[in-house]
């Protein structure tokens, strides 16, 4: 069954979306199978994956609202193993539309269930705002990542979506972990970058990844050409940071596994 990941931040321009793609892409090329759900009605996942946006194209909110099998809404991508649910701009209204829905923080969870088992991973590219659609992420996740950028307002809103975690596992029995705090587009020339990073793990400790993805132009242009960072400029040091991103949230899993099996 596969493990949910919600990708949430709700400050804008943090390389949530470029972290989705390119982790996403990173664990197929482990031999995993992935999908990648776009929950942002922006939809930039979804064109950073080449997926065009028709209209006959089935998308998350056709799942969530309009009675199409979750099934329906799965596109293949150009890479192996990776498969994604499209969004378009139709999503903007289902923060509206959930609101008088009965039970309404369930409904993604809910759609996700029937395809859970065809996939080891499931990533959620949640929408810039705590807002009902990343509230459904975050109760549909197992755990949550949190891309931030390395800049002077990184801890601002960082402790809101901390408190948001913590009422999501209170409010609905959810056994919600955080992934890591992943810090973003580093550039290790500035002191500013040096101070946030160092701040950062000072305060959450243990829970800052120690994977660091650079500011690159190279990542910045993979999506205008419909590709993951791997296919895109496979020996840039962006692609090398979210291999080894991967790498990490993996060795991270198997760990938590042989904990919970010692303790057992």
């Known amino acids: 069954m596969a493990k949910i990941i919600a990708i949430s931040n709700q400050k804008g321009g943090v ?21 990648l759900i776009d929950c942002d009605p922006q939809g930039n996942s979804t064109s950073g994956l080449g997926i065009e946006k028709t209209p006959e194209i089935k998308t998350l909110y056709d799942a969530l609202f309009s ?7 799965i596109q293949p991508t150009a890479c192996d193993g990776l498969d994604v649910i499209p969004a378009d701009k139709n999503l903007v209204a289902a923060n509206l539309d959930l609101v008088d829905l009965p039970s309404r923080e369930d409904r993604l969870h809910d759609v996700i269930q029937p395809i859970r088992d065809r996939y080891d991973y499931i990533l959620l590219d949640c929408p810039p705002a705590l807002d009902l659609l990343t509230l459904n992420a975050l109760v549909a996740a197992d ?3 949190i891309p931030i950028q390395c800049e ?38 500035t002191n500013l970058a040096r101070q946030v990073a160092d701040d950062l793990r000072d305060f959450f400790t243990d ?21 993951p960072i791997l296919m895109y400029d496979p020996r840039s040091r962006g692609a090398e940071s979210y291999i080894k991103l991967a790498k990490e949230i993996l060795a991270n899993e198997q760990r938590r596994r042989q904990a919970t099996q010692s303790a057992g």
């Open 67 to 73: 009675g199409v099998e979750i099934s329906q809404t």
């Open 207 to 227: 829970q800052v990844l120690t994977t660091v993805i650079p500011r690159s132009i190279r990542l910045a242009e993979a999506p205008s050409y419909g590709k």
């Open 143 to 145: 755990s949550v990542l």
């Open 15 to 35: 390389g949530k979306t470029t972290t989705a793609v390119n982790l996403a892409a990173s664990l197929a090329a482990n031999d995993l199978r992935v999908l």
């Open 152 to 189: 002077f307002f990184a801890l601002e809103g960082i402790s809101q979506l901390m408190d948001t975690v913590d009422r999501v596992k209170e409010s609905f029995s959810r056994s919600l972990e955080i992934e890591g705090i992943l810090l973003t587009m580093y550039d290790e020339r």
